[in-house]
């Protein structure tokens, strides 16, 4: 980062970018090209290879074949290649620079994962193939599933949801199940006011209606409140811990016991695991049902990077409901079990999340991970994301405005009072961090904090790119309390857009660049 380093300590503006200099003649600002579509670029007679003519064919079809052109673009392979090349440019990711999107767990997803995923007896295989044929896959997952069960101090899992909201709906489908076993699936789901949006979600989806409970002065669960909501018709909770104000729910036993008492199960939201991962076992917090995100935790890449995984532990009360497909190991090897008559132990599947198996290619990513860190390494990864967080509490608290008085688990919460008097919003200060070069970090979330700035640097960070950071923020809020307006509102002012109007452009997006793209077209 020290390149990087010296571009923000310098303190020279960027002269340019729009608004100072007539624009160019083609559109294109430097080297940073318009990306027309394909359909912009394409002819329809243009083809990247020269193929031999096509001899006349009999239609068999009686009619159906087709009756004209359908449009599809021709384009040259250096032609796919740039758009295609141009476009991953455009997108900044975990390999560009700083991501402190918090909550979101936005760490380095390393080059070895990468490799183990591509090799090919990982990466060529099909679900459908036969069993003694995938026997090194299989194992993989067993393997993987055992590291996840022992991490978590929980006897099962299912290990098939997609994403982590996935895995909440399968959570949540496995406790319905089990309260069904008893007669009764119950009513209610009670949520704190702090959780991530995926928790209501996904208890509405379940057939649940949302009770939400409200946080305290201290940024936790109101214990008193929490006991009030309770009753025989409370199906479970669903807590996040260490919660999204990145602060550790200190009477998650006694939130256990009085969950517990009115024969409700514990769901944990386990999209902040990467803050305790080798240091507790979440069973032994009384934790009933937990997913964990591999794509946070254990460094599985976001989005397009892959899909993402979203496993789920269960308690033993709850093992028998998880859905199919299991992996088992027999003495004819590893076998997979899919059919619900086929089942081991009388066990009471509620159906499938998924078909096949789940995201293999992530779990050869997510066992990769755990098994280069190993048992120690895992436990370092959770202090060090711990201590970065700090380090930004602690660099930052007379600067902007601490949510609530430290330390803080693996990310630090800021809100909007340090913008007092201003006339800078949290939206206008994430927008100017993005023209000093960072990616804002996840704003007005949590929704019990005002004006939210939540930071998540991960361990992936140094000290040295976490010192530029910190003092970019510092400068900022320095700017902003001085009367610099013009910064923040203008901003952002060197990206290839300024800014949008959010909801017209989700819902009803110019995909196009211009009419028609006259210089590709004559090429
Ligand atoms: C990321 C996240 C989720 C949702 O996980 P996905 O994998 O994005 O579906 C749920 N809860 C919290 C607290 C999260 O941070």
């Known amino acids: 980062m020290s390149d990087r380093s010296q571009a923000h300590s310098a303190g020279?503006?960027?002269t340019g970018g729009t608004g100072d200099v007539a624009p160019s003649l083609s559109g294109h600002r430097g080297l940073s090209m318009e990306e027309p579509l394909l359909f912009e670029q394409g002819r329809t007679h243009r083809s990247g290879v020269d193929l031999p003519p096509v001899p006349k064919v009999e239609s068999k079809l009686g009619g159906l074949g087709r009756t004209g052109e359908i449009g599809l673009p021709g384009l040259s392979e250096p032609q796919v290649i740039r758009h295609f090349v141009r476009l991953s440019q455009k997108n900044y990711a975990i390999d560009s620079g700083l991501y402190p999107l918090g909550s979101c767990t936005m760490k380095h997803n390393p080059r070895l994962n990468e490799k183990t995923a591509r090799l090919p007896g990982f990466g060529d295989i099909h679900p459908l193939q036969p069993m003694q044929t995938v026997q090194g896959a299989l194992e993989l997952i067993d393997s993987l599933a055992d590291w996840l069960?022992?991490?978590?101090?929980?006897?099962?899992i299912a290990m098939s949801p997609a994403a982590g909201a996935h895995g909440e709906l399968c959570g949540l489908m496995t406790i319905r199940a089990a309260h069904e076993a008893k007669g009764d699936p119950r009513k209610?789901?009670?949520?704190?006011d702090s959780a991530h949006g995926t928790n209501p979600a996904t208890a509405v989806l379940c057939g649940y209606t949302v009770d939400p409970v409200p946080s305290n002065e201290r940024g936790r669960i109101d214990l008193a409140a929490l006991k009030a909501k309770l009753g025989p018709d409370v199906a479970a909770i669903m807590l996040t811990n260490p919660n999204t104000c990145g602060l550790f729910e200190n009477e998650i036993l006694e939130i256990a016991e009085a969950v517990h008492a009115v024969g409700a199960y514990f769901y944990c939201d386990g999209a902040n695991f990467n803050a305790i991962v080798g240091k507790v076992r979440p069973g032994e917090l009384g934790i009933d049902a937990m997913h964990m995100n591999l794509h946070k935790t254990f460094s599985t890449p976001h989005g397009g990077g892959g899909p993402g995984s979203g496993p789920v532990v269960l308690s033993a009360a709850l093992a028998p409901f998880a859905p199919l497909p299991h992996v088992v190991h027999g003495p004819q090897g590893f076998r997979l079990i899919e059919n619900p008559d086929d089942q081991v132990n009388g066990t009471k599947a509620f159906g499938r999340m998924k078909t096949f198996h789940g995201q293999m290619g992530m779990f050869v990513r997510a066992l990769t991970y755990i098994l280069s860190h190993g048992a120690d390494g895992l436990r370092q990864v959770a202090e060090d994301a711990v201590l970065n967080a700090n380090y930004i509490l602690?660099?930052?608290?007379?600067?902007?405005?601490?949510?609530f008085p430290g330390p803080c688990m693996h990310e630090v919460l800021f809100d909007d009072r340090f913008l007092k008097d201003t006339n800078v919003t949290t939206l206008d200060y994430a927008k100017a961090l993005?023209?000093?070069?960072?990616?804002?970090?996840?704003?007005?979330?949590?929704?019990?904090?005002h004006g939210a700035l939540l930071t998540e640097p991960t361990e992936s960070e140094s000290r040295g790119s976490l010192d530029v950071f910190i003092e970019t923020l510092r400068g900022l809020a320095k700017a902003a309390k001085a009367g610099e307006e013009d910064r923040f509102h203008q901003a952002p002012r060197f990206t290839p857009r300024r800014r949008l109007d959010e909801t017209r452009a989700a819902r009803s997006p110019v995909l196009r660049w211009r009419p028609a793209a006259p210089a590709e077209a004559a090429e």
């Open 149 to 156: 069960k022992k991490l978590t101090g929980l006897p099962a």
């Open 12 to 14: 020279g503006r960027p």
């Open 434 to 449: 993005i023209d000093e070069g960072f990616h804002p970090m996840t704003v007005y979330f949590p929704l019990v904090v």
């Open 188 to 192: 209610r789901i009670v949520v704190p």
């Open 394 to 403: 602690a660099q930052l608290q007379d600067d902007l405005s601490p949510a």
